[in-house]
Structures are given as structure tokens and as C-alpha cells.
């Protein structure tokens, strides 16, 4: 790979493929694999991942909201999307872009028959989303007979698959929790079939969930972090390759004498003669404030370089006395060695919140 010249994301989709083909090594030949691909892909770039996702077969994608389902649609995105929190306004856009909405209350459930009706919908697939412990979204179990109540008034919609999500798959602490909520969905299912003569899909697991609990993978199973590169754990960690590297390079080094301060507010001081590296890379472009003040880091020339003072909008500053290394030269700020989950511990985050936040105006480079 060229070194960087400016701030760019570099993806790796053979990495991608790795994580996909590792992921699915755990899963019965039957099961299926959904592709999380809300919030540009983990951060990514959400058309070019699931381009590539649908050449190599995955099953459906989900995304968060409609707007992402139909940006997917514009770019010729085939396989079916469910989207996990469609609001009302956008229900005629989900038929119109053959989306596939999970529908999560009374509200919406209503709300969603209704535009299906008016649109003269037979049979539309949706999902429905239940509760089984996280209190986000989603039906109770005792809300099965009202479910059924609707669907058997009406032919507009019909229910692909039943789903919910695990609030603590990566805590081993949590497993009894765990274990209730697979069962408590379990007893939701069965009521459910034991109404209906026809069998919807179940899933419930996301990333460490199919890695933690094999015994709840179902008919299909809901992957994000894991396709982007991380397990919540070390030791799934070591079998994912992160896709995405953020790198940038070295704008101008200065020599500062004891005393003298760096950035805004004057938060940093030198405590002797001190070199720093002014990097184009800031808040807006997702290392927020959190990072500043000697907690993040990058690496430059394999060594780590802290940041100094505060993260300004479009630029940090990090110490690089001793450090060899001269203007152009390329940083890393997070790779496959260096990762974004050990630069997202430093601000107390995880993994989610680094990758998701690398703004849009940070170039994407595809390895292909
Ligand atoms: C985001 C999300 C996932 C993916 O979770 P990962 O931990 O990234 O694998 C799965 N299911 C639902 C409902 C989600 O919101």
C-alpha cells in the first residue's frame, strides 16, 4: 500500500472477507447471515461493503433507518434490508424501495398495516421485533395474541421473521441473563407458531451472540462489529482482522522550549525542549475532545505518539521528541496493530463509537 498523503480510511475488503468467512465457520450450513450495515457500515462505507457482502451470498442486510435502506437501493443493492428503526413517516418509502420494516409496538405495527393497505399490499414481508430484556425496542411476549388479532384482519402484510436482540452477549458475568432472554424468545416463538400456520424466521443473536451462544443462532444470525473486525473479547479479537486503518500524515513539526504552550486554551506545556507533529485530523473528523490531553495516541514510525493539549476541529498535535521522523511522514492513528479498540480505551469507549464516528469527510481507500 502507497503511504498515506493526506487523512484517508483505508478498507480492506479481503479482511472483510476473512471476518465473513470466520463468522460463518461458526453457523450451521442452514443458517443464515445477515450484514449489519447501519451507520455506513460501522464507519466504513456501507455501498462499497455491501457490494461486496452480496458477491459473496450474504443472506440480508439490515440497517437502522430508511434512509440508509434507500441509499443501498440507489446504488443497486438487490438482497432484502430490514430496517430495525423505521419511523411511520417513512412507511410508503419502504414499499416504494422494497424495504422490509421490523415493526416494534402498536403504533407502528398499525401505522404499517395501514400504508400497506392503501398501497394495495399483499403479503409485504415485515418483522417483528420483541423484548426480551434490553427495554429498547420491541413487543412484550404477552402482546403475541394483539400481534396475531391484527395480522389475521388484514392480507397486506405477512411476517417473515420474529427477532430480538441480546443485551449482554459479550458478558460471561451475564449469562444467566442471557440464557432467560434465549428462553423467554424461545416461549414468544412458540406461542406465536402455535397461532399461526405458517413458520416466520427467528433470530436474535449479533456478533457475540453467534460467537457466545451458539445454541441461540436460529434460523439466521445479525452481524456487525465482528464483519468490521472485532469480537468484544481478546480472544475473538485475535481470529477478526480489522478492516479499516485511519491514517494521516505529519503537516509541520515544531521545536518548542520549556514553558511554552500548544493548541487552544494553551492546554499543553512543554516541560523542556519538546518536538511536536501537527496532524490534519480533528473533532470533525471523529477523534472528539475526549481523546486530547495526553490520552490518545497515534504511531509514527512505530512508536507511540501522544496527543497534546486539546483536539482542535481539523488538526491535533503530538509529541514526537523522540521520535525520527520528519515532515509527510505518514501516521497511523488506528490499524490491525495498533486498533481502534486499544485508541478507543484510552477515552473510557469502545470499538462502536471510534469506528462509527470517522466523519464522512475522511476520504475512503477500498484494498481490494
Ligand atoms: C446493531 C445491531 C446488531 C449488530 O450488533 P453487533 O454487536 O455489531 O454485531 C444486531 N442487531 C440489532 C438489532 C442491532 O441494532
Redesign the pocket.
Known sequence: MPKAQETVLEIDLKALKHNFEYLQSKLDSSTKF?A?V?AFA?GSDAVEIAKYLQDLQVDYF?V?YVNEGVALRDAGITKPILV??PQPIHFKTIIERCLEP?LYNAKVLNEFISVAEKENQNNYPVHI?FNTGLNR?GFWENDVDYIISKLQNTQSVIVKSL?S?LAA??DENEKEFTLNQISRFKKIAEAFFSKVNYRPWLHM??????LNYPEAHFDMV???????GFG?SDKENKNLKPIASLKSIISQIHMIEKGESVGYNRAYKALGFEKTATIPLGHADGIGRQYGNGKGFVTIKGKHAYIIGNVCMDMIMVNITDIDCKEGDEVVVFDSYSSAEALAQTANTIS?ELITSISQRVKRVFLK
Open positions: 445477515l449489519v447501519k460501522y439490515a437502522a430495525l428503526h421490523s421485533k425496542l427477532f436482540h452477549s459479550e443473536t449479533n456478533t457475540s451472540g453467534i445479525r452481524s456487525g462489529i465482528g464483519l468490521y468484544n462502536y
